[in-house]
């Protein structure tokens, strides 16, 4: 089967970097997402990486290891809009089947 | 708004009847996929449907779900005989493509609460 690790829940300070790290074990393993979503709003996407290394987009970075299955979301010069759900998906087979870990809830304090 | 369209945004249903959730895919994508997610848990894939076709509907419970994407209009999750267990939000989401690196786009989700 499919399964997807990631904390419950995180608290960090504003302006600081905090790191979401995501493990699985999957078969078939196609690439891992991470989205994040806000109480009541749709899942955004922020990043997609397919290949082993550390993706860079702006404040957020994304880092995979195949071989170790694992993942992490790195956050930087941390916001307070930045408090939500991040949620790490990772896809299987050629489809776009993607199977979600619960999320990580992620609180950025002052 | 080219986003990924869903309505209604909140429904309420009394046990034993019907709910009906559309989806609008973004302009250019033809591949749609349906989510749910309950409460405290992550989002569970139900089905993957291009147009007239489900091509993946591995999620789907046995009874009483089902899901069109016809040519013309938007993809519909149909609830018949609803329970209360089947209160969620109900997530659409599209592609362009159904592989490779395309990224899968979330609609805002309908809140299905069944009383």
């Known amino acids: 089967g499919q399964n997807i690790d990631q904390p419950t829940e995180m608290t960090a300070t504003e302006g600081a970097i905090v790191q979401i790290n995501c493990t699985y074990q999957?078969?078939?393993?196609?690439?891992l997402f991470w989205y994040q979503q806000h109480a009541g709003e749709a899942p955004t996407f922020l990043s997609y990486n397919v290949l082993d290394g550390l993706e860079e987009k702006g404040r957020f970075s994304s880092f995979l290891s195949r071989s170790k299955g694992y993942s992490y979301l790195l956050l930087k010069e941390l916001q307070m809009k930045d408090s939500a759900s991040y949620l790490c998906a990772v896809r299987t087979g050629g489809g776009n089947k993607l199977t979600f870990g619960t999320g990580t809830q992620l609180k950025v304090e002052l | 708004n080219a986003g990924v369209m869903q309505n209604p945004r909140h429904l309420v249903r009394r046990r034993g009847q019907e709910a009906r959730l559309r989806c609008s895919p973004m302009k250019g994508h033809s591949h749609v996929y349906w989510y749910r997610q309950l409460p405290e848990e992550g989002l569970k894939f139900m089905v993957y449907l291009q147009k007239e076709n489900i091509i993946d509907e591995s999620g789907m419970p046995k009874e009483r779900f089902s899901a069109e994407f016809p040519t013309e209009g938007p993809s519909i999750l149909r609830i018949q005989q609803v329970v209360r267990g089947d209160s969620a939000a109900y997530f659409c989401?599209?592609?362009?493509?159904?592989?490779?690196?395309?990224?899968?786009?979330f609609g805002e989700g309908s809140w299905l609460t069944v009383v």
């Open positions: 999957t078969s078939g393993f196609n690439g």
């Open positions: 989401a599209s592609s362009m493509q159904g592989g490779g690196g395309n990224t899968i786009y």
